[in-house]
């Protein structure tokens, strides 16, 4: 049997269901679902697509857990005074209020959003487009996915503590109880060295899922490098790779410096160092610059995978070659190169010497040509295309709506008189909101309906997937468009309550968040019931040239039937394809020879 | 596999051991001379770059004979020169910002000036 | 791997993704030094701090780093270079196929490893005893803009600037200055405190500290520092102020291999004085932990490597040296008092106890074995030559952190 997070419901009509427990959701077909039993050959399994689907069960726990949490801030927010705990003191309330968007913030950054498209798309799909039977160090592999849970454990531990000490009023627990955690996620001295919440627990779950993000990017550059098949030179690496090596190089380059941060925040907690704390000598926006080191560049972690979906989705459903392959190629590694340079963007308030202000704002101005070449480019790609309105493509269009307004709106925060202005006011947050939610989100969702087929063999309902992307993406911009406007005027951030004049902002943004809530529900209940009783999915119903789709779906336990040697193909040339309507999908052309491109 | 890597089936390239004892032997002697060259003073920052570029020299031997950069695929060394650039790009910056504020305080905390 | 999907020409050791031996090694080595990769980027972080801190509190350094040995950093840099050797040698082993001669060498390597772990204990023996530790167990530690106990800190200083005219890298260097500043300290402060200087170097962070024992005043301006830091206000930058004027006049001021006393610090900077002690035990720990890490990585290597008996023998032979450390660190602290001598002896004793045990029943059980042979040959010795790769980062680290840390000035 499978881990799918849909096991049948309890046995109420025992003839059908034992029939159906006997040949579970695929019959006796042999795939890599059904190719070992047991949970152990779930826990133990070294195959990459497997991997991934574990890492696709949890992280989308922790999606749904950072979200519980998206909707309390927002709920607290949604008249000014004491929302969620009207009946406890003020006090109480406000820290709950802190509590809740550090958890948010670190459960969506550390567990939801870097790992979310590397590690459950980049992991089923990256081998198969290799045409390869495998990553390079499978081990590892599996390491990482152990990682990830170990890490995560610790804010589990965490908000466990903060629930319960809320709830029961406790004060000053000992670090192995601790109340919540209050920092925001970036954990920013001296409020960490002296908060008496569990920073102590979160520096360490933060180094752990760190090198659950390590072991992927060592994993995905040796792949990468050594494992491509005859005929596949680097010209012919889909962008999807080229955007997976992009990030892997981050990951390596940028994620050391967070785990050096983590371990002297612990020591300076634990042992008092002072390296950061100012009461101890130590410098407290030396700690920014290490923070920002990583998480600056960590924002690319986040959306050049989601980049890489888009550039496959946006070609395959305009049926036509990409345009300009390699300038998105290359710009993928320019954002890599350029999201080193520009950390400073975060710290122009915090005291940072003007000399490094003029230069960061600067740079940071610079990242918007890479950003755009890729805009430019997906634009081209649809001019004169046969467009499919899929969900994936839906979810795709609404990546390049909304990136272009995230990325546009960084301008004025990269500007520094206006960010003086705009500094920690919701303007700052409808922005991230825009690149991370609007923009990654929408590529993983994207990505999630694009590969669904391959990884579960099952379609699902296309029509109820449109009407929820439309849902989600009503309700991203009900939610976040309005914050614009009320950081413009300057609410700012963090703040559980707020001057009354803000309230028809807030309000119409809480009211969004429902919306948008209850659209990603539907995605889930979509997702669900296409797995449990979705039509089989044939091997290519997109038309799509990669390999992953020159094998069947789900793919057998080895990735390609015996004796298929996979060999590299232009992986945007569809003419090889021809729509066969008893299939509902693509097949191959008899002696189609591929011409180049 | 691809192609525009040499995978040839070449014997593993063995240093010889008397080249790797020189190696050793250099080394040694270097560790001798960066100690001894603290008798001498040529100013503060000059003794930094003088101690410095006796350890980028050990390093080099190091890493280009004992770890083979010297032989392997040319990726290999990519690879470490790039690690080392981007942390020299991380101090340079962090160096930057807080030589033009830290001696800011400290000139103004002299003066008893803070606010 | 799953058995069915293996092909049957493939080699024992080739994995089933993998096509030829070339391609799984040359994956392994990228791989590894991409880890590698990793490893520089942390390490980074630590030198970045330092070179921060040394930077803009350059009289710090120079007065803090004569606490640390230069004889032991010289000789543990040599230790960590012949080990680094025999792993090299090692290598070429491995890939000669001279299965017997490999084990020797990492052995050997294994030997250098505890070697320089063994001097590292040493010395750090030496802060300890000093009142010179990680933490708030530093003398100069600051809390709040005062020194928690001034007295113990001036019998730290006087410490430094004796030990550090005397230790063998500077020989020669400022006699006359060290000397008189050491003096200068007994007298005014030694005496005061011998009375309050406990054992207990740790606990007293808040102690406020008598006013008139205060070394060099620095209470009043660090306060000030810190307000402004903490409110994230700064000051305005003053004409002619900058960067270079304050760097030059330090420099000015050693010309001449002068190392300034405790006393003659910019009072700005005597907060940051047990910030030079923490980065370099930040930078000599992560190091530390690496070389153990090493260590564990090497025996693995060595166990592989193995026949039956290297096999039978390794583990319990690791309980003994790690008993035989214990021994040792008894030794060195057998002089102190509380908890830690009496638990290093027992742990001494426990782990010489197990490894002799389990030594015996393994050599006794064991039967040659004509299989259980080394898994290493010329075609395949990836691990041995990852390890190696590992342990000559090590190695490369150390030969940054000796100059930095031991050789300022
Ligand atoms: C396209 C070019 C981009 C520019 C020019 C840009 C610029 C900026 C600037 C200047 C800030 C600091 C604002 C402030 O705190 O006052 C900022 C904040 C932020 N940006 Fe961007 N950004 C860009 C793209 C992205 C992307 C792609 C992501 C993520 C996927 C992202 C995520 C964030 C986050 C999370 C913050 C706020 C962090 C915090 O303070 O908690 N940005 N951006
Ligand atoms: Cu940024």
Redesign the interface.
């Known amino acids: 049997m499978s881990v799918i997070p849909t096991n049948p419901s309890p046995p109420s009509a025992p003839g059908t269901d034992v029939v159906k427990a006997k040949k579970g959701l695929y019959g006796d077909e042999d795939n890599y679902i059904t190719h070992g039993k047991g949970i152990l050959s779930w826990l133990l399994t070294i195959d990459h697509k497997r991997i991934g689907l574990m890492y696709m069960v949890c992280v989308l726990a922790a999606f749904f857990i950072g979200g519980i949490f998206a909707i309390a801030l927002r709920t607290e927010l949604i008249w000014p005074g004491q929302t969620l705990m009207p009946w406890a003191e003020a006090n109480t309330n406000w820290k709950l209020y802190n509590q809740l968007f550090s958890v948010h913030g670190a459960v969506m950054v550390f567990m939801f959003i870097i790992p979310a498209i590397p590690a459950i798309l980049g992991n089923f799909a990256l081998p198969i487009m290799l045409g390869a039977k495998d990553v390079a160090f499978p081990r590892l592999n599996l390491l990482s996915w152990y990682c990830y849970v170990g890490g995560s454990l610790f804010f589990l531990w965490i908000l466990t503590g903060g629930v319960v000490g809320t709830l029961f009023g406790l004060e000053n627990m000992p670090w192995y109880f601790p109340k919540g955690i209050d920092t925001g996620w970036t954990f920013y001295t001296p409020y960490s060295t002296d908060t008496n919440t569990g920073v102590i627990l979160a520096t360490m779950g933060v180094f752990v899922l760190g090198f659950a993000s390590i072991l992927t990017g060592v994993n995905f550059i040796a792949t990468i490098h050594m494992l491509r098949p005859r005929n596949m030179g680097w010209d012919r690496l889909p962008l999807m790779l080229w955007s997976l090596y992009a990030t892997s190089v981050i990951q390596i380059l940028a994620t050391p410096v967070l785990a050096i941060t983590m371990l002297l925040l612990l020591a300076e907690r634990v042992l008092g160092i002072g390296v950061f704390d100012p009461a101890k000598g130590g410098d407290p926006v030396l700690y920014q610059h290490f923070f920002w080191f990583y998480s600056h560049p960590a924002v690319y972690i986040m959306i050049l995978p989601a980049m890489g979906v888009i550039s496959e989705v946006i070609s395959v459903f305009s049926r036509k070659h990409i345009f300009g392959y390699s300038f998105i190629a290359a710009s993928s590694l320019a954002i890599a190169l350029f999201g080193f340079i520009v950390w400073g963007h975060h710290m122009f308030t915090s005291g940072q010497s003007p000399l490094l202000n003029s230069v960061f704002s600067l740079l940071t101005m610079s990242v918007a040509v890479p950003s755009a070449v890729k805009v430019f480019n997906w634009l081209a790609t649809m001019y004169n295309g046969k467009i499919r309105l899929d969900t994936p493509m839906i979810y795709a269009l609404g990546f390049i709506w909304l990136f272009t307004i995230g990325g546009l709106t960084g301008l004025p925060l990269a500007a520094l008189s206006t960010d003086i202005h705009y500094h920690d006011t919701y303007f700052v947050v409808a922005h991230f909101h825009y690149v991370m939610v609007g923009s990654t989100l929408f590529g993983f969702l994207a990505g999630m309906y694009y590969w669904w087929p391959k990884m579960t063999g099952k379609m699902y309902n296309e029509k109820a997937g449109q009407i929820w992307a439309w849902m989600v993406f009503a309700g991203f911009n009900l939610t976040f468009f309005i914050q614009f406007i009320a950081g413009s005027l300057g609410a700012p951030r963090r703040y559980a309550d707020y001057d009354p004049r803000f309230w028809k902002y807030h309000f119409i943004s809480t009211l969004g968040s429902y919306v948008l809530m209850i659209g990603l529900f539907g995605v889930l209940y979509n997702w669900v019931s296409s797995w449990r009783s979705g039509k089989k999915a044939p091997a290519n119903p997109w038309g799509a040239n990669t390999l992953e789709w020159h094998t069947p779906s789900p793919p057998p336990h080895a990735n390609f039937e015996d004796g298929h040697e996979p060999e590299g193909v232009p992986p945007y040339d569809y003419d090889g394809w021809d729509y066969v309507s008893e299939e509902e999908g693509y097949v191959r052309k008899e002696g189609y020879v591929y011409q180049g491109h | 596999m691809s192609h525009d890597h040499a995978h040839d089936e070449h014997a593993p390239h063995a240093v010889p051991l008397g080249f790797l004892a020189l190696i050793f032997g250099v080394l040694m002697v270097l560790t001798f001379v960066t100690v001894g060259v603290t008798k001498f003073d040529f100013g503060y920052s000059m003794n930094l770059v003088v101690a410095m570029a006796i350890a980028l020299v050990k390093a080099l031997l190091v890493g280009l004979y004992f770890m083979h950069l010297r032989w392997d695929a040319p990726i290999n060394g990519f690879i470490l020169v790039a690690s080392l650039l981007f942390v020299t790009l991380f101090i340079s910056f962090a160096l930057l910002d807080t030589g033009a504020y830290a001696p800011t305080q400290a000139a103004a905390a002299l003066r008893g000036s803070t606010p | 791997?799953?058995t069915a999907?293996s092909d049957h020409d493939h080699p024992a050791h080739l994995?089933?993704?993998?096509?030829?031996?070339?391609?799984q090694m040359?994956?392994g080595?990228?791989?590894m030094?991409?880890?590698?990769?990793?490893?520089?980027?942390?390490?980074?972080?630590?030198?970045?701090?330092y070179?921060?801190?040394r930077?803009?509190n350059?009289d710090v350094f120079l007065f803090a780093h004569r606490a640390l040995d230069?004889t032991w950093g010289?000789i543990n840099?040599?230790v960590l270079?012949?080990s680094?050797?025999t792993?090299?040698?090692g290598?070429?082993a491995a890939?000669?196929g001279q299965k017997k001669l490999l084990i020797g060498l990492l052995i050997a390597t294994l030997f250098g490893g505890a070697g320089f772990m063994l001097i590292k204990t040493v010395e750090y023996k030496a802060k300890w005893d000093h009142a010179l530790f990680?933490?708030?167990s530093n003398a100069y530690?600051?809390?709040?803009?005062t020194l928690a106990d001034p007295g113990e800190a001036a019998h730290s200083s006087e410490y430094i600037e004796k030990h550090g005219d005397t230790d063998?890298?500077?020989?020669?260097h400022g006699d006359d200055h060290g000397a008189g500043h050491g003096d200068a300290h007994a007298a005014g402060h030694g005496d005061s405190h011998a009375g309050d200087h406990g054992g207990d170097h740790g606990a007293q962070?808040d102690a406020p500290a008598p006013a008139a024992s205060k070394i060099a005043a620095p209470a009043?301006?660090?306060t000030?520092?810190?307000?402004?830091?903490?409110?994230?206000?700064?000051?305005?930058?003053?004409a002619g102020?900058?960067?270079s004027t304050?760097i030059g006049a330090?420099?000015a001021s050693?010309?001449?291999?002068h190392y300034p006393a405790f006393t003659e610090l910019?009072p700005?900077?005597t907060?940051?004085t047990?910030?030079f002690f923490?980065?370099y035990?930040?930078m000599t720990g992560?190091h530390g932990l690496h070389v153990l890490i090493g260590l564990g990585l090497i025996s693995w290597i060595c166990y592989r490597a193995g026949g039956p008996m290297t096999r039978a023998l390794l583990v319990p032979g690791l309980f003994v040296s790690v008993g035989i450390y214990f021994v040792f660190v008894w030794w060195l602290v057998s002089a102190n008092s509380g908890w830690f001598p009496t638990t290093a002896l027992v742990a001494a004793v426990l782990c010489l106890i197990a490894g002799a045990l389990w030594g015996a029943k393994n050599v006794a059980l064991t039967k040659p074995n004509p299989d259980a042979d080394s898994e290493f040959s010329?075609g395949y010795?990836t691990p041995v030559?990852c390890v190696?790769?590992y342990w000559?980062?090590v190695?490369?680290i150390w030969?940054?952190l000796?100059?930095?840390l031991y050789?300022?000035?």
């Open positions: 791997m799953s999907h994995a089933h993704h993998f096509e030829t031996s070339a391609q040359e994956s080595k990228l791989g030094w991409v880890f590698l990769a990793t490893e520089i980027l942390m390490f980074g972080g630590l030198f970045c701090a070179a921060v801190y930077a803009n350059p230069t010289a840099t040599a270079l012949a680094s050797f792993m090299a040698w290598v070429r890939q000669l990680v933490g708030p530690y600051h809390d709040n803009g063998g890298g500077h020989g020669g962070a009043a301006p660090p000030g520092l810190h307000a402004d830091l903490l409110t994230h206000k700064r000051p305005v930058l003053g102020e900058s960067l304050g330090i420099q050693h010309k001449g291999s910019d700005l900077n907060n940051r047990h910030i923490q980065i035990f930040a992560l010329p010795y030559d190696g790769l000559h980062l190695d490369l030969i940054f000796f100059p930095l050789l300022i000035h």
